[in-house]
């Protein structure tokens, strides 16, 4: 067996790319430079990440901003439908707050279908 003196060592990855590894004795000035371009890297990493997260807040505001001042123009032009259905979502929270104060009786049975028929029909009016 044949030990070699090279620094570095070269393998085929699974997609056929050819990577290579430092030795662990390489000089000094090889080893700052891999680092340098490991930093460079989770540097580029990093302002993609935030590039993308700043952008998903953006849409995310814009379209939450949207939909308040729709229900604003909605709760102003059917000033009698939003308060049957504020009526109805305060309706049912006390049933939910009611049902889960008082254990498991019938209030818990009927509490969740009354407030999911509430929401489905503030939906109906809301579109």
């Known amino acids: ?13 699974s997609a056929g790319h050819t ?6 004795t390489a000089s000094a000035p090889s080893r700052a430079k891999q680092a340098q371009d490991i930093k ?4 580029e990493v990093f302002d993609q990440t935030k590039s993308a997260v ?9 379209t ?6 729709q229900a604003i123009n909605y709760g102003r032009d059917n000033p009698g439908t939003t308060m049957l259905v504020c009526f109805g979502a305060g309706v049912g929270i006390g049933v939910l707050l009611a049902s889960s104060m008082s254990g498991r009786g019938r209030m ?6 009354i407030v ?3 929401s489905q ?3 109906e009016f809301l579109r």
Do not use: F, H, V
Request: proline content about 6%.
């Open 1 to 13: 067996m044949e030990e070699t003196k090279n620094p570095s060592y070269q393998s085929t990855g």
């Open 116 to 118: 999911a028929a509430l």
């Open 19 to 24: 990577t290579t590894s430092t030795n662990p």
């Open 64 to 69: 939450l901003g949207n939909t308040y001042d």
């Open 121 to 123: 029909i503030a939906l």
């Open 108 to 113: 818990s049975r009927i509490g969740e279908p």
């Open 54 to 62: 700043s952008n998903a807040y953006e849409q995310t505001t814009q």
């Open 40 to 43: 460079d890297r989770a540097s």
